[in-house]
């Protein structure tokens, strides 16, 4: 079984260095500890359905990538300890993911460089809805940033002046999802390159206050 082969070169291999795991059926409760401890680690990628739990001791000192797909963390506050462990960490993605028992989306790193974030919810089951309505970022060292999918009621950008590049696709339903979206991007005006995509009806006001202040691709 291909993810026994992946924890057996963990055991084995103390100088793995990337490690990806795709759990395709639910009847799993945790991954092996040591995944969240190995020194050596650069890139993990996780992409699992049940619901994991990321313990509280963490040590990983060279991770660089973390990618995160379609998960179901049952402590989202343990996912952002993660993030914020990893002295070392550059690009993060979070796909499709839940975060339960959190309300604000809070990413801190000091050495984040590139961040994706796609908060779809899991429209076909009501259990894992969006818990979080308001995502809060602070990573001064920040120089690409991509969002994707409906707008949360409050984004806060915080430190954002080596912010560069950034891609932008939203689907605005209402005039308070509009509001909101020009909130998002009053806060990165400065970026040298903005990709903006808008679902929905409100796109060209969207793309026009900004045509004067950024270059939309």
Request: aromatic residues 6%; neutral net charge; hydrophobic residues 60%.
């Given at each position: 079984m291909r993810i026994a082969y992946v924890f057996?070169?963990?055991?084995?291999m103390p100088c793995v260095e990337e490690i990806?795991?795709?759990f395709c059926f639910s009847d799993f409760s945790s991954l092996p500890s040591l995944l969240f401890s190995c020194q050596t680690l650069v890139m993990l990628k996780?992409?699992?359905?049940f619901k994991?739990?990321?313990p509280s001791e963490i040590c990983l000192p060279k991770l660089k990538i973390l990618d995160l797909s379609s998960s179901k963390f049952e402590n989202g506050s343990s996912v952002l300890g993660l993030i914020s462990s990893c002295p070392v960490l550059e690009d993060l993605e979070s796909s499709h993911c839940h975060f339960s028992k959190i309300s604000v989306l809070d990413i801190h790193s000091l050495s984040l460089r590139r961040l994706h974030l796609d908060v779809i919810e899991f429209r076909r089951d009501p259990e894992y809805e969006r818990s979080f309505n308001s995502i809060k970022i602070t990573a001064p060292n920040f120089v690409w940033f991509k969002y994707v999918e409906r707008m949360v009621e409050n984004c806060i950008l915080s430190e954002m002046q080596s912010l560069k590049s950034a891609e932008i696709q939203i689907t605005l339903l209402d005039d308070k999802c509009q509001e909101?979206?020009?909130k998002l991007l009053q806060q990165i005006n400065n970026v040298r390159s903005l990709f903006l995509s808008v679902n929905q009806s409100f796109s060209q006001r969207v793309s026009v206050q900004y045509r004067r202040s950024t270059h939309v691709l």
């Open positions: 057996t070169v963990g055991y084995l990806a795991i795709r996780l992409d699992v359905i994991l739990n990321v909101h979206a020009v």
